[in-house]
């Protein structure tokens, strides 16, 4: 006897076989005990020499790739049994929306909405960003005229690549049922921490909001003059009632809780503050782009064997140091209760400091061997984490 599943799953299947009438499939999440191919898959169809393929793209947190296959190529793949669990097709005349159970059940939605496939092919990459955005204006990024000066490109790219990532990383948490659904009543709320002169909290704001996301926005940061400097932008921009600056250390400030933590480039253990105040605010989804090493790096005195023969090299020792440093911040917060991933957000050609640590608070138990793993790091290199103290591991 065939499951609810497998009827849903035959369904997506039949409209995938039609052609004519298929808009879009979006498959994400990831089933319980289940490793998928790839974050997350967009299908939709396009019109190539006249004929009508499916352009799969397949994001790994990191970039985007596209490859177009006839519909019964795409079919072949079996990406729909692959591990992921949220899979939505929306074809001519409506939607199903499945959303399988950590107990393997299916939780099926379906709407009687109109859909129309945008069969362009090849498209241009937009920019999120419009660079003549009055906040980008007021930031300081783009000029008067609306062009982004020379001196702030690589942080307009910066900022741009953040959102890319923060938007489709937002979306898998809500459909995962980890962040409830955003709504004027009850809106979204982020929290950067460390905002300096504001370029990705002002960012936040207004994409999420042009993307329908009701948003409320606060930034941190330690100075007195950037709280007045990006108060005085938000009120020039009327935006004042959903987006907020306070002067306060992040290991000390009077916010207890948001449901997005974001820190760009927080130097040093201001990124452990920015990490412990994630895990503690209970924050479901943080986006931490960490920013110089030198905690663990100066604790690296006894070295193990074979490992001395990269550390006496100063660059390697600092580079080894600098991983070991966001390893061992990353299996904290597994053992915490995140599902954590370490992706490149942007070219090391616009910044050296690349590397994010994105973390989804699923509230899975870390197994004995992750703690094993962890013990037994600290133990080999005789560090302790500003992390672990901060949190008391």
């Known amino acids: 006897m065939e499951s609810t599943l497998d009827i849903a799953l035959a369904e ?99 709407t009687k909405d109109q859909f129309e496939a945008d069969l362009s092919h090849d498209r241009a990459k937009a920019r999120l960003l419009d660079a003549s955005d009055p906040f980008l204006i007021e930031v300081g990024i783009s000029d008067a005229s609306g062009k982004v000066k020379a001196s702030k490109s690589d942080k307009y790219l910066q900022v741009e690549e953040f959102l890319r990532l923060l938007v489709p990383s937002l979306n898998s948490a809500i459909e995962a049922g980890h962040i409830a659904k955003p709504t004027t009543a009850k809106p979204l709320s982020v929290v950067d921490l460390g905002c300096g002169h504001a370029y990705l909290t002002f960012a936040a704001h207004q994409y999420l909001w042009s993307q329908g996301i009701p948003v409320n926005v606060i930034g941190i940061d330690v100075r007195e003059s950037a709280r007045a400097r990006n108060n005085e932008i938000a009120k020039k921009l009327g935006i004042s009632k959903t987006i907020n600056f306070l002067a306060e250390e992040i290991s000390q400030t009077s916010l207890r809780a948001a449901d997005v933590a974001i820190a760009l480039h927080a130097c040093d253990t201001a990124t452990d503050d920015a990490i412990s105040w994630a895990v503690t605010a209970d924050a479901k989804l943080a986006l931490i782009a960490p920013c110089c090493h030198h905690d663990i790096q100066a604790q690296m005195i006894d070295i193990p064997e074979p490992w001395q023969m990269m550390t006496r ?51 899975a138990i870390a197994d004995a061997a992750e703690k094993s793993r962890y013990a037994e790091m600290i133990s080999l290199w005789k560090v302790k984490p500003a992390l672990a103290s901060l949190l008391n591991r």
């Open 12 to 110: 997506v299947v039949a409209t995938l076989k039609n052609s004519e009438n298929f808009v879009r499939l979006v498959l994400s999440g990831r089933r319980r005990n289940m490793q998928t191919p790839t974050e997350r898959i967009d299908v939709k169809p396009v019109l190539i020499k006249g004929e009508i393929k499916y352009q799969v793209s397949q994001s790994d947190g990191r970039a985007m790739t596209a490859k177009n296959y006839s519909p019964t190529e795409f079919i072949a793949l079996n990406y729909l049994d692959s591990g992921f669990a949220n899979i939505l097709l929306e074809e001519k005349s409506g939607s199903i929306s499945i959303r399988i159970t950590k107990k393997g059940e299916a939780l099926i939605h379906r």
């Open 313 to 363: 090299n100063g660059i390697m020792k600092e580079r080894l140091g600098d991983l070991i440093t966001d390893a061992l911040r990353m299996q904290i917060m597994k053992l915490l209760g995140y599902r954590v991933e370490a992706i490149e957000f942007i070219g090391g050609e616009h910044t050296p400091r690349n590397l994010m640590i994105r973390a989804v608070k699923t509230g």
